[in-house]
């Protein structure tokens, strides 16, 4: 007798990509473009998601960067972009899901989130700027730890 598989089949799909937000400041030029200072370069990442359609497994992921470069304690730049994606996730465990949509969504959207910040740079008239890969399962356990340490029950 054939046993069968009762297991779902597991889809991971990114079903739509695209900028659902972006910023550009640059506050002090063309003065700063003078100043021979080296720039300081802070970078911070944030993650929000959300279900859009649970019948289909359709979820947004929205993947957060803001980078601000300051020259002798003056901005010289400031951008805000927020890259975004629909992800088609089914047959995976509940528990599972939240670490699909930290991990491996953010690590498909990082690399158009870089293009979008440094081709806003570069337009802006500054050096080119390429931000490094991040891990993001690291962040995960990191936030896990967090909400663990506030008393929180790890999700």
């Not at 007798?1 to 597991?10: F, L």
């Not at 400041?25 to 021979?36: D, Q, R, Y």
């Not at 929000?48 to 957060?64: D, F, K, R």
């Not at 930290?102 to 910040?117: G, M, Q, S, W």
């Amino acid at each position: 007798m054939a046993e069968q598989n009762a297991d779902p089949e597991v889809i991971f799909s990114l079903e739509k990509i695209y900028v659902k937000d972006i910023s550009y400041e640059a506050p002090h030029v063309p003065a700063v473009f003078l100043e021979k200072a080296a720039m300081e370069v802070d970078m911070q990442l944030g993650i929000e998601h959300g279900s859009i359609n649970p019948a289909e497994g359709l979820h947004e992921v929205v993947l957060s960067v803001t980078v601000t470069a300051r020259l002798d304690k003056r901005t010289a730049f400031l951008t805000e972009t927020k890259q975004a994606g629909i992800f088609r996730i089914t047959g995976i465990p509940d528990s599972e899901l939240p670490k699909v949509l930290e991990i491996a969504c953010p690590n498909i959207l990082l690399p158009f989130a870089r293009e979008v910040v440094n081709d806003l740079v570069s337009k802006g008239g500054f050096p080119q700027l390429l931000i490094n890969p991040v891990n993001f399962e690291v962040l995960y356990q990191q936030k896990l730890d967090g909400e663990t340490q506030d008393g929180q029950a790890a999700h």
